[in-house]
């Protein structure tokens, strides 16, 4: 549901350690909330035999409360659902390449603005194109996966990175302060670190074209940091 788009935005929201904290709190509160009583219904429809090894678990809930006509306009629900949150992502997806672009860690023509839109439309068509890929040449199971790997696995890293600051510059101001700190935080890396175990005993080619995916994208970064690093040093000379 792209609730988490929100510290994409950090850049651009207005009093951010007052509105992203609100922001993720509030849609992580809605989406348990909605998950929750999904879950519900699917439990309360279908025994779990039935739905162990199923992918359409919402379109055999429906069937079985509604009939299999109804159960057609309940998929559609669902994909709408699923739209709703693609277009939010293709709000806030591009922003990572445009501010990567700026912070000249990225090809620079990521980082230009559209004289008529004012977005970022190099990004934009960026993401559509890698997740058009993607869509063609895997598998929802596999792409959900991939994707889960990856994203828990930074998720994970980039919640140890803030605590290993915290350690180190003890002294540095912060406008937010994680409510249950240190156990908050422990707890999120135990259960990203789950996902990623399992994602690994479940798929583990998967999560080696992932690590891959990954490693790529760590020679591009060197590439750039190279490449600045060299421009500083002709700039004193």
């Known amino acids: ?116 839109h004012k977005t970022p439309a190099y990004s934009i068509f960026l993401q559509a194109l890698i997740a058009s890929i993607m869509v063609l040449i895997l598998a929802f199971d596999t792409l959900l996966i991939y994707i889960g790997f990856t994203l828990s696995l930074f998720s994970m890293l980039t919640v140890v990175g803030l605590v290993v600051l915290r350690i180190k510059n003890p002294s540095v101001k912060r406008e937010y302060r994680t409510f249950g700190y240190p156990f908050t935080p422990i707890l999120f890396i135990l259960g990203n670190l789950w996902i990623i175990y399992y994602s690994i005993r479940s798929r583990f080619i998967v999560s080696v074209y992932g690590l891959g995916t990954i490693g790529l994208g760590y020679i591009i970064y060197l590439y750039f940091r190279f490449s600045i690093a060299l421009e500083v040093k002709g700039q004193q000379f």
């Open 1 to 116: 549901m792209a609730w988490n788009a929100a510290a994409y935005l950090g850049g651009e929201i207005k009093d951010p350690s007052r509105n992203i904290p609100l922001a993720l709190f509030n849609g992580t509160l809605i989406v348990m909330c909605l998950y929750l009583l999904l879950n519900a219904v699917f439990i309360y429809a279908l025994p779990a035999t039935a739905m162990s090894g199923v992918l359409e678990v919402g379109d055999l809930a429906a069937a079985a409360l509604f009939g299999n006509t109804i159960s057609r306009y309940f998929a559609g629900a669902i994909a709408i659902g699923i739209l709703s949150a693609v277009s939010a992502m293709v709000v806030t997806g591009p922003r990572v390449y445009y501010a990567m672009a700026k912070d000249n860690i990225f090809f620079k023509q990521f980082g230009i603005v559209s004289k008529i």
